[in-house]
């Protein structure tokens, strides 16, 4: 027991500095990708109910999704290849969402997403299983985007799942408010592959 005893006063700020410093690193932990990959990642502050949502199914890129109900399928007036490999749905002028698959040597999420900008804002990225495929997700506010009062759009989310070893599935959404942010952030844990 006397190895353990404060030998002098001045060892008792030590001990409080060395406590005080575990406490506030723990604070800074990132949670693991296992947790994200189970559940909605702590950006979202919500539980999104996608029971109502409709169900959408791209047989050209092999997926199955939810939306929320509005989002309508841009049909673009050019499309190049065969079958085309975007999708892109609205709702209104501000709110879109695209799927693409992208052809890579190594499909890699990690090297394929997107680069932070100095002007995000509140950017988070993060591991995440989608349809069972590991992907980075990001989301943010900013960009170069800015309306006539000065407010700067979009919020955006970025996903990238891998989808095999040579391709990957981008979702890329820009969207005029956060609960449009955590609604693609509920579609993504809908996604299958098929």
């Known amino acids: 027991m006397g190895k353990y005893r404060l030998r002098r006063w ?5 001990i409080f500095c060395v406590v005080f410093l575990i406490t506030r690193l723990n604070a800074f932990a990132q949670p693991s990708s296992n947790e994200n990959a189970t ?9 999104v109910n996608t ?5 959408r199914e791209l047989p050209n890129l092999r997926i199955r999704f939810k939306l929320p109900p509005g989002y309508k399928q841009k049909q673009w007036a050019v499309v190049v290849g065969f079958p085309p490999i975007v999708a892109t749905f609205q709702i ?7 799927f693409a698959v992208e052809n890579a040597e190594d499909a890699s999420p990690e ?11 509140d950017y988070k990225e993060w591991s995440q299983l989608i349809g069972g495929h590991k992907g980075i997700v990001q989301t ?3 960009g170069v985007i800015i309306d006539g009062e000065g407010n700067r759009l979009p919020y955006c989310v970025e996903a990238v799942p891998a989808i095999d070893a040579k391709h990957l599935l981008r979702v890329s959404a820009t969207l005029g408010n956060q609960e449009r942010q955590q609604e693609v ?6 996604i299958e592959f098929r």
């Open 92 to 98: 209104g002028h501000v709110n879109q969402i695209d």
């Open 140 to 142: 943010f506010q900013g």
């Open 111 to 121: 090297s394929a997403k997107v680069t932070p900008q100095k002007d995000y804002i």
């Open 10 to 14: 001045n060892d008792t700020p030590r």
């Open 39 to 47: 559940r909605m990642h702590e950006v979202t502050g919500v539980a």
């Open 185 to 190: 952030l509920a579609t993504l844990k809908t």
């Open 51 to 55: 029971e109502s949502w409709e169900t």
